[in-house]
């Protein structure tokens, strides 16, 4: 059986994905701890 193209995607971009999935605030924002000021100033960049 031939493998996922999902799978093909992410081992080719594996750098750039384990960069984005493992940033701290991704890591922050899944585990419900991020810091109020920094939802704060992402709070208002959605306002505009």
Same mark, same amino acid.
Request: zero cysteines; aromatic letters at 10%.
């Given at each position: 059986m031939s493998e996922r193209f999902t799978?093909?995607?992410r081992q080719e971009s #594996?750098? %750039?994905?384990s960069q984005a999935t493992? #940033?701290?605030? %991704?890591?922050?924002?899944?585990?419900?701890? %991020?810091?109020?000021a920094v939802r704060a100033f992402f709070d208002s960049a959605d306002e505009d």
């Open positions: 799978e093909r995607l #594996h750098p %750039v994905w493992e #940033h701290r605030f %991704v890591r922050e924002l899944l585990s419900g701890t %991020v810091p109020d």
